[in-house]
């Protein structure tokens, strides 16, 4: 019930609109790609050994962390899930965040799942599949807010020093003056907004998803400010694998599956 | 007509340099790791060497990969590292500079291996092509960087390219560079690697516990090709003084490392902690408030002050990215992109600047 507000106006920013769009199109062409191509090889014979290695990082609950019987978490769930859709055994790869991109060049693992956002930067040599969480910053409020520009005259808070905290100087230079309420954590940024201190509050999607399961009467409005397109990363040079992760994905897109993942963990 | 269009686009932004500047601190031995050799903007190096110097910091380590310098066998491209020299000498702070990074030349000779090496695998037969770019690096910023660490974290599988962690492997290494990186400049330091702070046993795939693999190097015979070891340790959860425990992983650890530089006769040699600090992220399980972080980074800096007197430098991980990882690597820093400042940069050079009586 407490998603009802919050997250009927969760939509994704522009540049998300523009990921999905983009997915959607790759993935037309891939299909076409395919029709008239040699026949695609089965999805156990695109994986060099017939396991789907997923690398995650078993360090940042509640995507991934480590309990007595190895790991949990959404992208473990995610995983699964995948590897199910697939047909395919799963192997999970604990990984630090500094060596995903490495495990996956040197063919350690055949996809991350680690809270990895899409990076266009590193687009010559991966893949990303449709996203599965939008990790960005959200404006959040008792009151509909369509975007930082209904903020003048009000009060914002969010944690010092963070990119929300970027966010809002950024904004400030375009539109006209808002009050600034820094708090330490983006929890104290919620804490104000929800007890009347602050007007609005802006924060990244899982400290407000977080937060709000912490404190189910309440129904804020939300929209998002900035995306951080959570996908599961793949090898360029993989093609038939990385056609394979991106049906599988949108297929349990589609059936709703992540989106109940997400409500289970967030 | 195309002069003409050329005429009416904007200028780059520009960086001229400053009046030469000097640090005003009294805490000598802090220094910041930066990640200036990916900025493209020149004057995002300035602004982030300005405010090092603001902060009281004289030292920087700065990596220097030798991917981007010798792009091609022999060719030596060292604009981006010139540029970084000059601002840091027009602030006047001092470089540490890291190496590492293999070059594409290097690696598509491995045509065995196509698709399965990363920019951190070198091959043995490469060792003699690293060493001799170290000393054209040694050899041309001779007086202005004389601190060199050769490689990061080789006890890590990643950051040996995947293959097997390996002491001799990595003494091997150092000695190749060694003899030919003094001869092209005598007074140069050459600093073994950090390593990664980790208790991963013998045998893991995916690394080597740092204490047991300084051990080896030295068992390796390679404590005669380094004058000064480079040091990681971070707090992680844990506060400053927390005594060192071989099965902990804190800040103290790093006196573990000194004591088998001891027991290996080398007790005279000088450690450089290259990265230190701790993280503020809401979530990351290795992570404290931000109170908490400054807390314990201001603890460590006057444990060091008052016990560590080996140390020559503290280095705290990191200033800035020059892009935002958008995950909690970001929470390690002390300004963000834009150049916003966090809390702890203000504390810090409260505490390098206590004591000075500032010119009016």
Known sequence: MRDRALWKHAEPGRVGRVFILSGALLAAILILHGAFDAPRPSFIEALPTGVLRVGIDASNPPFAFAVSEGYAGLEIDLSRMLADGLGAPLQLVG???????????????????????????????????????????????????????????????????SVAHAVTLEWLRRVASYGLLPQETPDAALDTLRTGTAEAALVDAVSARLYLRGHEGWHPYAVYVTDVLYAVISRIDRPDLSWYVAEGMSSLLRDGEIETLIAKWL | MLLLLQGLVPAPPRAPLDVPQHVNTTRPKLCMHTRLIDEVEEWKIQRSLQLIREMGASTIVEFFPWAYIETSDNFYDWHNVDRIVRHAQNQGIQIIARMGLVPAWVRQRDTENVGLTTLNTLPRSAYTEFAEFVSAFAGRYQGVIDQIVIWNEPNLAFEWGFSEVSPAGYGD??????????????????????????????????????????EALYDAGAGDFFDALAVHTYGFTIPAEAAPSPGVLNFRRAELLREVMVRNGDGDKPIYVTE???????????????????????????????????????????????QPTLSYPDHFTFADTVFQLHPIYYEVQAYARSGIVEAR
Not at chain 1, 132 to 157: C, K, V, W
Not at chain 2, 286 to 308: C, G, I, M, S
């Open chain 1, 95 to 161: 990984l630090g965040y500094d060596g995903l991109y490495d495990a996956l060049s040197a063919d350690r693992v055949d996809v991350i799942i680690a809270a990895t956002p899409i990076d266009l930067k590193r687009s010559r040599t991966v893949s990303a599949s449709p996203p599965y969480f939008n990790a960005g910053l959200m404006l959040i409020a008792d009151h509909p807010l369509r975007s930082m520009e209904d903020l003048p005259g009000q009060t914002l808070a969010f944690e010092y020093g």
């Open chain 2, 173 to 214: 290494l150092l000695r190749a560079v060694y003899r030919s990186a003094h001869a092209a400049n005598p007074d140069v330091e050459i600093l073994a690697a950090g390593l990664a702070p980790t208790l991963e046993p013998e045998g893991s795939p995916h690394g080597l516990n740092d204490v047991s693999y300084l």
């Open chain 2, 276 to 322: 230190t600090g701790w993280n503020d992220h809401p979530r990351w399980i290795h992570a404290v408030t931000p109170a908490q972080r400054v807390a314990y980074t201001l603890d460590a800096l006057r444990f060091t002050e008052k016990n560590w007197r080996w140390a020559e430098r503290i280095c705290l991980w990191v200033f800035r990215y020059p």
